[in-house]
Nanobody, 130 residues
Framework: VQLVESGGGLVQPGGSLRLSCTAS????????IGWFRQAPGKEREAVSC????????YYTGSVQGRFTVSRDNAKNTVYLQMNDLKPEDTAMYYC????????????????????????WGQGTQVTVSL
């Protein structure tokens, strides 16, 4: 399994970015997908998760209403649209996936977090600054 993220960069507060995660060796159509982030000196945190089998989603409170996760089955790609970015969104963002989908998306993303996901991308840096 290989996950490749792209779309990170430097953006001013209030700006937008769209992260992409393209997979090989796993089908996003029947997987659990997670977006995580890790800022320097902080623990990795779940930003958003998508359970493809029922299209349920989860967003952590700080990004709710600003970030949207979506999926393009034909491209086997998942996106994280990030709007109204804030300096506190600055972090390395990682895409993760796993074929296990038996739990609720909240359980995957919150209770299990990174432990749920067996495959990870290399990360893409998002920096929000003037």
């Amino acid at each position: 399994v290989q996950l490749v993220e792209s779309g990170g960069g430097l953006v001013q507060p209030g700006g937008s970015l769209r992260l992409s995660c393209t997979a090989s060796g796993i089908s996003f159509e029947s997987s659990a997908i997670g977006w995580f982030r890790q800022a320097p000196g902080k623990e990795r945190e779940a930003v958003s998760c998508l359970k493809s089998t029922d299209s349920s989603t989860y967003y952590t409170g700080s990004v709710q209403g600003r970030f949207t996760v979506s999926r393009d089955n034909a491209k086997n790609t998942v996106y994280l649209q990030m709007n109204d970015l804030k300096p506190e969104d600055t972090a390395m963002y990682y895409c993760a996936a796993d074929t296990s989908t038996w739990a609720t998306v909240q359980a995957m993303c919150v209770m299990m977090g990174a432990r749920w996901f067996g495959s990870w991308g290399q990360g893409t840096q998002v920096t929000v600054s003037l």
